[in-house]
């Protein structure tokens, strides 16, 4: 445990003096913390996160953000991993749940990182995305933090994945997991739907969460050579496109991408049929 904490200050402290590498390095640093988790009581990963994040902070004070922005979610991403291997649940949830959080930790650092440096980082992405339409900016925003927290977290989990392989650890996932997974884009595309009345952003970020869902219903699909199924899906996602560029007009602007929740949830009623057609031979 020690270690490993002292790797992520030792990543912290070159961070403050090379950014970019902190790029490279939200890849690898939830590793060592999904290593803590496997390996040590789970009482204990509270002090680990702690000795980590305030030795982290105290050897690089000029890269604060990386620590708000960068370390924090990778412990909590790492701690994810680690007790979904622990428990064996399918990886796929430990993705969803790890993103979902990054997103969640992100926005909630924004108004502590304009606090401490004085940046608003919200402006600084607007001007390096020369962003024109503020609505469309507002209303996207979630959305895009939740993809790149997946993009990231994916990236993440294919190395944890490769590395934990090697200690002779392995994710047992479910045999078929199209129910929950389908139950998961339905519910997502019901909340896109229920809150697009309420506050379109995070109606947004749902129909992100059904697609998420959806991609899995797909692959599932494809590995087990399910060429109907496939053909079926291919085609939702070729008459969603038709249909968002002939309707986006008549949607208030800014919103007209909760047209793209169609093909998720379509695609987890095919795969629903699918299902229980398997279950009724």
Do not use: H
């Not at 070159?14 to 999904?34: D, E, G, K, M, Q």
């Not at 305030?54 to 990778?74: N, Q």
């Not at 600084?124 to 790149?148: A, E, P, R």
């Amino acid at each position: 445990m020690a270690m490993m904490a002292a790797i992520n200050v030792i990543f912290s402290l070159f961070t403050a003096f090379v950014p970019l590498l902190s790029v490279a390095l939200i890849i690898f640093i939830p590793l060592t913390s999904t290593l803590v988790e496997i390996y040590c009581k789970d009482r204990y990963f509270p002090i680990y996160a702690l000795a980590t994040l305030g030795l982290s902070i105290c050897v690089s004070l000029s890269a604060i953000d990386f620590t708000l922005f960068y370390l924090i979610p990778s412990i909590i991403t790492g701690y994810v991993f680690g007790f979904m291997a622990k428990k064996n649940f399918p990886s796929l949830w430990g993705i969803f749940i790890a993103a979902v959080l990054q997103t969640g930790i992100s926005f909630a650092f924004i108004p502590l990182i304009k606090v401490i440096t004085e940046r608003n980082l919200i402006d600084d992405l607007k001007i390096i995305l020369q962003v024109n339409d503020s609505v469309y900016f507002t209303n996207l925003l979630i959305l895009m933090f939740f993809v790149v927290g997946l993009i990231q977290t994916v990236l993440s989990f294919i190395v944890v994945n490769n590395e934990l392989k090697k200690f002779g650890i392995k994710n047992d996932e479910e045999k078929d997991w199209r129910l929950p997974v389908a139950l998961g884009t339905i519910l997502s595309s019901g909340l896109a739907v229920g809150l697009f009345f309420v506050y379109v952003p995070i109606s947004l970020l749902c129909v992100g969460f059904a697609w998420y869902f959806a991609v899995f219903s797909l692959v599932f699909e494809i590995k087990n050579s399910n060429k109907i199924a496939v053909i079926i899906m291919a085609s939702m996602l070729l008459v969603n496109l038709f249909v968002f560029a002939g309707l986006n007009q008549f949607i208030e602007k800014g919103s007209e991408f909760i047209l793209l929740g169609i093909a998720p949830l379509c695609i987890s009623l095919i795969s629903l049929g699918f299902y229980f057609l398997k279950k009724q031979k």
